[in-house]
Nanobody, 120 residues
Protein backbone atom coordinates (compact mmCIF):
# COMPACT_ATOMS: atom_id res chain seq x y z
CA UNK A 1 0.00 0.00 0.00
CA UNK A 2 1.03 3.62 -0.51
CA UNK A 3 0.62 6.48 1.95
CA UNK A 4 1.08 10.21 1.47
CA UNK A 5 1.96 12.15 4.62
CA UNK A 6 1.64 15.93 4.55
CA UNK A 7 3.24 18.40 6.92
CA UNK A 8 3.93 22.11 7.21
CA UNK A 9 0.48 23.62 7.48
CA UNK A 10 -0.43 26.10 10.17
CA UNK A 11 -1.39 29.66 10.98
CA UNK A 12 0.40 32.53 9.28
CA UNK A 13 -0.23 36.23 8.87
CA UNK A 14 -1.21 37.73 5.56
CA UNK A 15 1.89 38.31 3.48
CA UNK A 16 3.77 35.53 5.20
CA UNK A 17 5.16 32.24 3.92
CA UNK A 18 4.73 28.54 4.56
CA UNK A 19 6.23 25.44 3.04
CA UNK A 20 4.19 22.27 2.74
CA UNK A 21 5.78 18.87 2.37
CA UNK A 22 4.30 15.57 1.29
CA UNK A 23 6.23 12.33 1.55
CA UNK A 24 5.09 9.18 -0.22
CA UNK A 25 5.99 5.85 1.31
CA UNK A 26 5.13 2.22 0.78
CA UNK A 27 5.37 -0.15 -2.15
CA UNK A 28 6.59 2.43 -4.67
CA UNK A 29 8.50 1.80 -7.86
CA UNK A 30 8.07 5.22 -9.41
CA UNK A 31 6.00 8.38 -9.01
CA UNK A 32 4.68 10.16 -12.06
CA UNK A 33 2.76 13.41 -11.54
CA UNK A 34 2.54 14.96 -8.09
CA UNK A 35 0.22 17.78 -7.19
CA UNK A 36 -1.25 19.97 -4.49
CA UNK A 37 -4.97 20.67 -4.28
CA UNK A 38 -6.93 22.76 -1.82
CA UNK A 39 -10.47 22.67 -0.62
CA UNK A 40 -12.64 25.38 0.87
CA UNK A 41 -15.55 24.43 3.15
CA UNK A 42 -18.45 23.17 1.11
CA UNK A 43 -16.50 23.36 -2.15
CA UNK A 44 -14.81 20.82 -4.40
CA UNK A 45 -11.09 20.38 -4.35
CA UNK A 46 -9.25 22.57 -6.79
CA UNK A 47 -5.84 22.16 -8.33
CA UNK A 48 -3.21 24.50 -6.93
CA UNK A 49 -0.06 23.21 -8.63
CA UNK A 50 1.31 20.07 -10.21
CA UNK A 51 4.68 18.78 -11.28
CA UNK A 52 5.50 16.00 -13.70
CA UNK A 53 8.20 13.38 -13.34
CA UNK A 54 10.50 15.52 -15.50
CA UNK A 55 9.64 18.59 -13.39
CA UNK A 56 7.34 20.43 -15.73
CA UNK A 57 5.06 22.59 -13.58
CA UNK A 58 1.60 24.05 -13.85
CA UNK A 59 -0.18 26.48 -11.50
CA UNK A 60 -3.63 27.83 -10.86
CA UNK A 61 -3.86 31.45 -11.95
CA UNK A 62 -4.63 32.51 -8.40
CA UNK A 63 -1.23 31.34 -7.12
CA UNK A 64 1.08 32.04 -10.05
CA UNK A 65 4.08 34.04 -8.98
CA UNK A 66 3.45 33.32 -5.30
CA UNK A 67 3.62 29.52 -4.96
CA UNK A 68 6.35 27.17 -6.15
CA UNK A 69 6.01 23.41 -6.43
CA UNK A 70 9.09 21.20 -6.42
CA UNK A 71 9.98 17.58 -5.79
CA UNK A 72 12.81 15.45 -4.50
CA UNK A 73 12.64 12.09 -6.22
CA UNK A 74 15.26 10.58 -3.90
CA UNK A 75 12.85 11.15 -1.02
CA UNK A 76 9.56 10.63 -2.91
CA UNK A 77 8.58 14.05 -1.63
CA UNK A 78 6.79 17.02 -3.13
CA UNK A 79 6.90 20.53 -1.70
CA UNK A 80 4.78 23.64 -2.02
CA UNK A 81 6.51 26.88 -1.12
CA UNK A 82 3.84 29.50 -0.50
CA UNK A 83 4.74 33.17 -0.28
CA UNK A 84 2.78 36.42 -0.12
CA UNK A 85 -0.08 34.48 1.42
CA UNK A 86 -3.54 35.98 1.25
CA UNK A 87 -6.66 35.46 3.32
CA UNK A 88 -8.20 33.57 0.40
CA UNK A 89 -5.42 30.98 0.56
CA UNK A 90 -6.98 29.69 3.76
CA UNK A 91 -8.04 26.10 3.02
CA UNK A 92 -7.19 22.48 3.59
CA UNK A 93 -4.34 21.49 1.28
CA UNK A 94 -4.10 17.95 -0.08
CA UNK A 95 -1.24 16.17 -1.73
CA UNK A 96 -1.89 13.86 -4.68
CA UNK A 97 0.46 11.49 -6.44
CA UNK A 98 0.25 9.09 -9.36
CA UNK A 99 2.23 6.09 -8.15
CA UNK A 100 3.54 3.01 -9.88
CA UNK A 101 3.55 0.30 -7.22
CA UNK A 102 5.71 -2.78 -6.85
CA UNK A 103 2.78 -4.72 -8.30
CA UNK A 104 3.23 -2.57 -11.42
CA UNK A 105 -0.14 -0.99 -10.94
CA UNK A 106 -0.71 2.74 -11.34
CA UNK A 107 -2.88 4.45 -8.78
CA UNK A 108 -3.75 7.93 -7.59
CA UNK A 109 -3.30 8.50 -3.90
CA UNK A 110 -4.28 11.32 -1.58
CA UNK A 111 -2.92 12.59 1.67
CA UNK A 112 -5.19 13.35 4.60
CA UNK A 113 -4.80 17.10 4.19
CA UNK A 114 -3.16 19.88 6.15
CA UNK A 115 -4.87 23.09 7.25
CA UNK A 116 -3.44 26.42 6.15
CA UNK A 117 -4.95 29.46 7.84
CA UNK A 118 -3.98 32.99 6.85
CA UNK A 119 -4.91 35.74 9.29
CA UNK A 120 -5.12 39.48 8.79
Amino acid sequence: QVQLVESGGGLVQSGGSLRLSCAANGAIVNINNMAWYRQYPGKQRELVARITSNEMTDYADSVKGRFTISRDNTKNTVYLQMTSLKLEDTAVYYCNAEVVSTAHLVGHFWGLGTQVTVSS
